[in-house]
């Protein structure tokens, strides 16, 4: 194979991609093709037995070569998070692909031990502070890229403005909380392209579809459990649901693309709430204060 060809059939060589809740799912799927593209992948799991399962795996479909690093880190919580920024930042000089793909389907409340919301934790403050922790060395890449697993449900969420109101049992809901924490990752994606609008770093996030993966079967109410399995002979698969995660993160079409929405490997159309610049902003301080990350 010459020099040429085999740049052509690993087009992310000499690339380093983060992809959190790496271990099933279209998290999974979209490590195996980023290792297959080429990326250097730091795959990011909770559980230590399932995530040496799936760097096996992924080894066995992509060749013992494929470069694969497995962190450990519970993203419930935001001291977890910091520990695993420090590490990656120790570890490696830049970062060319973050994705943020691990996301929780909440079941009964349930309040971290730091005072946060199970989903709201997990799906948004544990992105909004990794990537920022991780932005000295997305910065330090000659072209990075920072894609965000939302969902259509972002549709029916609201923001609450409050911890207290958050937690409060008598308004809980596990669908209204899953909801609302989409609707922050593609507000938090849509304020973070602003302000990185002079650098060469994007960030975009999606809609991946409605996956077959275990996303509501732990700990989810009865009803919800229902639901899914109804729903379940219309769901995709994962390696269907992973496309678009794979497309933001490695095609040169979207090289320059920053600030979108995407559903089918295109742009599509958000809720307006989700544009709104004044509530981002908001949203922001809010992430700020609520994780201690500027």
């Known amino acids: 194979m010459t020099a040429s060809s085999e740049s052509a059939s690993s087009p992310l060589r000499g690339k380093i991609a983060l992809v959190t809740g790496a271990s099933g799912g279209i998290g999974l799927i979209t490590a195996r093709e980023l290792a297959r593209r080429g990326a250097r992948v730091v795959m990011v799991c909770r559980n230590p037995e399932r995530g040496e399962q799936a760097r096996t795996a992924i080894r066995e479909a992509v060749g013992s070569d494929a470069q694969l690093d497995l962190l450990l880190c519970d993203l419930s919580l935001l001291a977890n998070v910091r520990t695993l920024a420090g590490e990656v930042t120790r570890r490696f000089n830049q970062l060319d692909i973050l994705v943020n793909n691990a996301g929780i389907f909440p079941g009964p409340l349930t309040i971290t031990e730091e005072g946060h919301e199970l989903s709201w934790a997990t799906n948004h403050l544990a992105v909004f502070a990794l990537t920022n922790l991780l932005l000295p060395q997305l910065l330090a890449a000659p072209q990075a890229r920072i894609v965000t697993v939302s969902s259509e449900a972002h549709w029916l969420g609201e923001i609450e403005q409050s911890t207290e109101a958050r937690n409060a ?36 996030c999606l809609h991946p579809g409605m996956v077959d993966t275990g996303l509501v079967n732990t700990g989810s109410s009865p009803l919800m459990k229902a639901m899914w399995w109804t729903a379940r002979p219309f769901m995709i698969s994962p390696e269907k649901g992973a496309r678009t995660s794979i497309y933001l993160a490695s095609s040169p079409e979207v090289e320059s693309v920053s600030g979108k929405y995407f559903k089918n490997r295109k742009p599509t159309r958000a809720s307006g709430r989700s544009q709104s610049r004044p509530e981002a902003a908001r949203l922001w301080r809010l992430s700020q204060e609520e994780t201690g990350v500027e």
């Not at 809980?172 to 602003?194: G, P, Q, R, V, W």
Request: neutral net charge.
């Open 169 to 204: 049992p008598e308004k809980y809901s596990s669908f209204t909380a899953y909801c609302d924490s989409k609707l922050a990752n593609i507000m938090f994606t849509s304020e973070l392209a602003h302000r990185l609008d002079l650098t060469k770093v994007t960030a975009n």
